[in-house]
Nanobody, 115 residues
Framework: QVQLVESGGGLVQAGGSLKLSCAAS????????MGWYRQAPGKQRELVAS???????NYVDSVKGRFTISRDNAKNTVYLQMNSLKPEDTAVYYC?????????WGQGTQVTVSS
């Protein structure tokens, strides 16, 4: 059974930084592409960043140059370093495999950026 547990969210002023972590249990992590997703109020969940098992990354245009996704396969953990945060980054952030498996969604972690 796969469990994904997100942490690291919080309240930050515009221009600030946060680092999110996603700890994965189960045997899929090392071979799986992983993604960070976010859902803002009234909006659909979107893929923000993804990383393959070999470390290749991809980002949605709105976060390029500000967010960095990384992974530590020894710790079964994927990270999202978020810099120069903007109010429009406010959302609940989730991790999942990429492409998603709906049964893997965790609770997410709230990120709130004040202006």
């Amino acid at each position: 059974q796969v469990q994904l547990v997100e942490s690291g969210g919080g309240l930050v002023q515009a221009g600030g930084s946060l680092k999110l972590s996603c700890a994965a249990s189960g045997s899929i992590f090392r071979m799986a592409a992983m993604g960070w997703y976010r859902q803002a109020p009234g909006k659909q969940r979107e893929l923000v960043a993804s990383i393959t098992s070999s470390g290749s990354t991809n980002y949605v245009d709105s976060v390029k140059g500000r967010f960095t996704i990384s992974r530590d396969n020894a710790k079964n953990t994927v990270y999202l370093q978020m810099n120069s945060l903007k109010p429009e980054d406010t959302a609940v952030y989730y991790c999942n495999v990429a492409p998603i498996r709906t049964s893997y969604w965790g609770q997410g972690t709230q990120v709130t950026v004040s202006s």
